[in-house]
């Protein structure tokens, strides 16, 4: 299953509201998609899970939802540490597959 | 509290071959799948493999079939990546996850370790 991440980048102030798209070539089972976080030099961290539930330990300033072939990652008030990459990741049918990711910049 | 740590990266030629280790702490290791996902030098996450908590079940993604082995030694809480006959594509950082959300063989990983980089060169 191929994810395709939109936009690429995401140009926002602190206290902004991002939303993050992911789009799969086929519809994901049992919605089985998950976002991570990444930070420059650190490996990812599991932010959502089974599409709209939130790790251990998230914030819930963010939140998922969607289902079958469309996506949703929101943050509702940037915080300065949520400027990073965002990966979506289905896992519903093997291999699991990773988008190519979308970048929070500060504008 | 859950620690992954990789070691055993470092710079190889093509052609040649590197063992990937991850040692775990703080979580019942032998109860968990565990994977490899690897991340080129500015590139996406990419699957590697995984392997069931007693070790009988092993997947690979298709271009490391053949070429990497991965395997676990639960009395040593530790985890396990063979490679061998390494091509420049596969030069990048390495991480171990333990695979906790999903269907078995596929899963959300919801700890990572820090990973450990392998470089591919003449």
């Known amino acids: 299953i191929v994810l395709t991440q939109s936009p690429a980048t995401l140009s926002l102030s602190p206290g902004g509201r991002a939303t993050l798209s992911c789009r799969a070539s086929?519809?994901?089972?049992?919605?089985?998609l998950a976002w991570y976080q990444q930070k420059p030099g650190q490996a990812p961290r599991l932010l959502i899970y089974?599409?709209?539930n939130r790790a251990t330990g998230i914030p819930d300033r963010f939140s998922g939802s969607g289902s079958g072939t469309d996506f949703t990652l929101t943050i509702s008030r940037l915080e300065p540490e949520d400027f990073a990459v965002y990966y979506c990741?289905?896992?519903?049918?093997?291999?699991?597959?990773f988008g190519q990711g979308t970048k929070v910049e500060i504008k | 509290e859950v620690q992954l740590v990789e070691s055993g990266g470092g710079l190889v030629q093509p052609g040649g071959s590197l063992r990937l280790s991850c040692a775990a702490s703080?979580?019942?290791?032998?109860?968990?799948?565990m994977s490899w996902v690897r991340q080129a030098p500015g590139k996406g996450l990419e699957w590697v493999a995984n392997?069931?908590?007693?070790?009988?079940?092993?997947y690979y993604m298709d271009s490391v079939k053949g070429r990497f082995t991965i395997s676990r030694d639960n009395a040593k809480n530790s985890l396990y990546l063979q490679m061998d006959s390494l091509r420049g594509e596969d030069a990048a950082m390495y991480y171990c996850?333990?695979?906790?959300?999903?269907?078995?063989?596929?899963?959300?990983?919801?700890?990572w370790g820090p990973g450990t980089l392998v470089t591919v060169s003449s």
């Open positions: 703080g979580f019942p290791f032998s109860s968990y799948w």
């Open positions: 392997i069931k908590e007693d070790g009988s079940l092993k």
């Open positions: 990741q289905q896992y519903g049918r093997s291999p699991r597959t």
């Open positions: 089974g599409a709209s």
């Open positions: 086929q519809s994901v089972s049992n919605d089985y």
């Open positions: 996850a333990r695979d906790t959300y999903g269907p078995a063989p596929t899963a959300a990983a919801d700890y």
